[in-house]
């Protein structure tokens, strides 16, 4: 079965909006997103999404365009685990899994769904293939997620990077409904499609 997603976020931090179109099944992750933000500079992004069947980041495609233009992004994983920027080897990024686009709260999905953080206690400290909007510069980034229990909408999980702690809530499905301080989800929608029907 997949499960198609469309959720619609209001991203404070950027003083804007993020819509995603999601579809989640065996075969892994696959989302379409735009958004429009406003802070650190007015900008419109478009990304496009892939994971395998284990939820780990085959790659993300970006696009920004602001004041300065247009800047794009191929960000892939390879099978041997090595990370390439537009072609290029990014340092820093061995043993990561995941792909964190700024200001997505998308992103942050398939850490949780993949060690199951959304609906039993654990703790996973990792390393994300962190991408900086509107720049698209590609960074390491330490993250750690902890389970800490129910909520109205699913679980909470404080998300833990050097000195920035948060405790987002995620609904059921593993996506986000409120980060505090980056956004908050405004609306959410599904449908399911039949097996056959790949991601």
Known sequence: MVTSHVLTWEVTQSRGYETAWVDLGHAGLRARGRAVGMAPEPYWVSYELETDAGLVTRELRVSVESADGVRALRL????????????????????????????????????????????????????????????????????????????????????????????????????????????????????DRSTHDQV
Do not use: I, K
């Not at 090595?82 to 043993?95: H, I």
């Not at 992103?107 to 703790?123: I, K, Q, S, Y």
């Not at 301080?181 to 959410?188: C, D, N, P, V």
């Open 76 to 191: 892939r994983r390879d099978d041997d685990g090595v990370w390439r920027a537009d072609g290029e080897p990014v340092p820093g990024l061995d043993g990561a899994l995941d792909c964190d686009l700024a200001l997505c709260p998308l992103t942050n999905t398939m850490p949780v769904l993949r060690h199951g953080l959304h609906t039993a206690a654990g703790e996973q400290s990792l390393v994300m293939a962190w991408v900086s909007v509107p720049d698209l510069t590609v960074h390491a980034s330490p993250q750690t997620y902890t389970h800490l229990g129910a909520s109205e909408h699913g679980a909470r999980v404080r998300f833990v990077s050097e000195d920035f702690r948060r405790d987002v809530e995620f609904d059921a499905d593993g996506f986000v409904v409120d980060y505090p301080g980056l956004a908050r989800r405004t609306s959410a929608r599904q449908s």
